[in-house]
Structure formats: structure tokens, C-alpha cells
């Protein structure tokens, strides 16, 4: 079974630009969650999505939004980019999101640098 | 909301060696706790888990406990390989549905010495 995949690996964008980052979860599973990870802060939760809806959100501004896809498909998006927008952006998948211990499974990220 | 503190934040043991990291959380209500492996260029890989309900769980060379009323879990790796080298992450989940909610500790690199 193929993995989470993400596009692209690797993406380079100067202030003020916007971006979408895309990702295919593992074939069957319904919910998707994106993280930041940033040496300083860690990894650090911005939302979920489950059958096309938003289900939850982490603490992030209103210019990080994202979106899900009847295939299950996940897109991300960050207008106005920001320095402290350079980070890596991590996608998991997971079969169900009601069953305590369905675990998530992450891609090998997309590094997003902001000059 | 929910906080997770890990320790130490680096670890560095002798090949052949165990390695304990211990993370502690606060909400009572978490009821899942994983453990991630990141290695370089790569996502984080889910190594073990461990629900509300067990105390301790193995899988080979690694085991995790959980105290439930101490709110801490930790994770244990035995006879530690060089390829044990990597950044090691805990994480709690507190509220069922929430399934991309997981709160991460801030990891703790782990370097095995041949």
C-alpha cells in the first residue's frame, strides 16, 4: 500500500506570495490532518478534514486555510507569506477519526523556506 | 488545552546500551499516547502506541508505560542500535473524534555510538 504522499518536496516563495501544498493520504483513509514543524516550535497541529469538512483547528491565522476532496485528496494553501512561514508541512492520514487509537500516518513533508 | 512536556531533549548512549525518553502530559482526559521516529529528510513513523486502558505495551526491543495518575508515559529501547539514531517524538490525543488533534512534545534526538 503507497503512503502519504505529498507535492512538492520542496518549494522556495518570497513575501507576500501565496502557496498551495498538496496531499494524498493512503488509499482508504478518510481524515487528514496538516502540521507545522519548525525547530523552534515543534510540531504544532493546523486542522483536520473528514469526508470534505473542516473538523478541527490549531491555533494558525486565517491566512492558512485548506480544503479536502471527494477522493479524499487534501490541499493546503498560506496567503501572504511571511518569513516565519519557512517550515516543514507535514500531512497524515488516518482510516477513521471516532475510534480513540486510529493512528495517523505522515508523509515525508513539504519544505516550504520564505525569503 | 492540553500540554506535553519531553525529556531529555538529546540522548546519546553507547551501541548495545538502553535509552529511556519521558514525556509527561497534562489534561487527564488524554486517552492515547504515541511514539514517532523522524529520521533525517523524512516524516515522522509511528513506532508504538499505547491507549489509556494498558499500562505497558512491547514490541520487540521497545516498550512504552503509561502511569496514568502521574501523567507520564516513557519509552524504552534496548540493546540500542546505530540505526535507533534518529529524533524521537511522544504525543497525546484528548478527546476521541479528534483525530488530528495530537499534541507533540518538543523530541528528543537520540544518537547511538558504535
Known amino acids: ?57 490549531g491555533n494558525f491565522p486565517g491566512r492558512f486555510s485548506g480544503r479536502q476532496f471527494s477522493n479524499s485528496r487534501s490541499e493546503m494553501n498560506v496567503s501572504t507569506l511571511e518569513l516565519g512561514d519557512s517550515a516543514l508541512y507535514l500531512c497524515a492520514s488516518s482510516p477513521s477519526r471516532d475510534r480513540v487509537g486510529s493512528p495517523l500516518h505522515f508523509g515525508n513533508g513539504t519544505r516550504l523556506t520564505v525569503t | 488545552g492540553e500540554n506535553v512536556e519531553q525529556h531529555p531533549s538529546t540522548l546519546s548512549v553507547q551501541e548495545g546500551d538502553s535509552a529511556v525518553i519521558k514525556c509527561t502530559y497534562s489534561d487527564s482526559a488524554s486517552n492515547y499516547f504515541p511514539w514517532y521516529k523522524q529520521e533525517l529528510g ?58 488530528g488533534n495530537l499534541i507533540f512534545g518538543k523530541g528528543t534526538k537520540l544518537s547511538v555510538k558504535p
Open chain 1, 1 to 57: 500500500k503507497a503512503g502519504v504522499t505529498q507535492t512538492p518536496r520542496y518549494l522556495i516563495k518570497t513575501r507576500g506570495q501565496q502557496v498551495t501544498l498538496s496531499c494524498s493520504p493512503i488509499s482508504g483513509h478518510r481524515s487528514v490532518s496538516w502540521y507545522q514543524q519548525t525547530p523552534g516550535q515543534g510540531l504544532q497541529f493546523l486542522f483536520e478534514y473528514f469526508s470534505e469538512t473542516q473538523r478541527n483547528k
Open chain 2, 42 to 99: 523524512k516524516g515522522p513513523q509511528l513506532i508504538i502506541d499505547i491507549r489509556s486502558n494498558v499500562g505497558e505495551k512491547k514490541d520487540q526491543r521497545i516498550a512504552v508505560t503509561l502511569n496514568k495518575t502521574a501523567k507520564h508515559f516513557s519509552l524504552h529501547i534496548t540493546e540500542t542500535q546505530p540505526e535507533d539514531s534518529a529524533v524521537y517524538f511522544c504525543a497525546a490525543r484528548s478527546r476521541a473524534g479528534s483525530q
